[in-house]
């Protein structure tokens, strides 16, 4: 399995912005995503990337606020949040996928996640 690492997160008020990354251990052509938990709630898909950039995928709470992109060359996944709402607030996991998907089971590789905070 891939190691990955994320960075970026922490505390932001409601309308600000944060950058994710999600670096690999090693080279990934996967595609990789993002999921994120929030308290006493289960894992939420958010977004996901093909393995070229080509094709991105995002949940429905997150559409026109979060961005998902990838510099293969550094073995890296980004993930742009803007517009951020205390809904948001949550632990961010980035993952690898074996197969195109939402589902948790789609993923055989998950960061130990970075924690986002958006005050209101």
């Known amino acids: 399995q891939v190691q990955l690492v994320e960075s970026g997160g922490g505390l932001v008020q409601a309308g600000g912005s944060l950058r994710l990354s999600c670096v690999a251990s090693?080279?990934?052509?996967?595609?990789m995503g993002w999921f994120r938990q929030a308290p006493g709630k289960e894992r939420e898909f958010v977004a996901s990337?093909?393995?070229?950039?080509?094709?991105?995928y995002y949940a429905d709470s997150v559409k026109g606020r979060f961005t998902i992109s990838r510099d293969n060359a550094k073995n890296t996944v980004y993930l742009q949040m803007n517009s951020l709402k205390p809904e948001d607030t949550a632990v961010y996991y980035c993952?690898?996928?074996?197969?195109?998907?939402?589902?948790?089971?789609?993923?055989?590789?998950w960061g130990r996640g970075t924690q986002v905070t958006v005050s209101s």
């Open positions: 993952v690898r996928a074996t197969s195109w998907g939402t589902s948790p089971t789609n993923f055989d590789s």
């Open positions: 990337i093909n393995w070229n950039g080509g094709t991105t």
């Open positions: 090693g080279r990934t052509f996967n595609t």
